[in-house]
């Protein structure tokens, strides 16, 4: 079946710092990712809808300085959380989508910023 | 907005019980409606999903009907097993991605 590859699984870094999650299809081309985030007991967030070789649409409320999503292949996406601080520290997950209706989930990358 | 609300949970039950978890979402449209679930440790896995109105997913014995008169989507299982504890999350989708429930804790006991 399809993977989704997501790395790191969980990152520990002091305030200030930039933190860089990669996103990979492991076995198939995503035409889009998209990446989420997951507050502690709350519903997942959709951050940003990413499309190889275009800009990346974020939501409303998103800072886009603050998190900056490169989708350079079918088969890489990263989002960079810059300058990070304690408030964004959270769970954040990739999802892929191949086309069809169907979307592949990555492991998720718990972050912790000190 | 679209939105999605479902019981949090923690859900308790024990093994071979009747589960039911609901999901009731607002929404404009026709959208599709998911059920993912998230294992310990592991990402989310797609569960079931439904494409319109009156269509039954069903998976690994789980059923849920998309029901547009109650704009609900509710997740069910005549017989759990230790091995259902997880996580659930009802989703709606469009072609710009996923809106979430919160989520519900599910645990089994023996």
């Known amino acids: 079946g399809a993977v989704v590859s997501q790395h790191p699984s969980w990152v520990i870094c002091k305030s200030g710092t930039s933190v860089k999650i990669e996103c990979r299809s492991l076995d198939f081309q995503a035409t889009t990712m998209f990446w989420y985030r997951q507050f502690p007991k709350k519903s997942l967030m959709l951050m940003a809808t990413?499309?190889?070789?275009?800009?990346?649409?974020?939501e409303q409320g998103v800072e886009k300085d603050k998190f900056l999503i490169n989708h350079a292949s079918l088969t890489l996406s990263t989002l960079t959380v810059t300058s990070a601080h304690p408030e964004d520290s959270s769970f954040y997950i990739c999802s892929a989508s191949r086309g069809d209706e169907k979307l592949f989930f990555g492991s998720g990358t718990q972050l912790s910023v000190l | 907005g679209d939105s999605v609300t479902q019981m949090e949970g923690p859900v308790t039950l024990s093994e071979e019980a009747f589960l039911t978890i609901n999901c009731t979402y607002t929404a404009t449209g026709y959208p599709s409606l998911f059920w993912y679930v998230q294992y310990p440790g592991e990402g989310l896995q797609l569960l079931l999903k439904?494409?319109?109105?009156?269509d039954k997913g069903s998976n690994k014995g789980f059923e849920a009907t998309y029901r547009k008169e109650t704009t609900s989507f509710h997740l069910e299982k005549g017989s759990v097993q230790v091995s259902d504890s997880a996580v659930y999350f009802c989703a709606l989708g469009r072609a710009d991605g996923l809106t979430f429930g919160k989520g519900t804790h599910l645990i089994i006991q023996p």
């Open positions: 439904a494409t319109k109105a009156d």
């Open positions: 990413s499309n190889e070789g275009s800009k990346a649409t974020y």
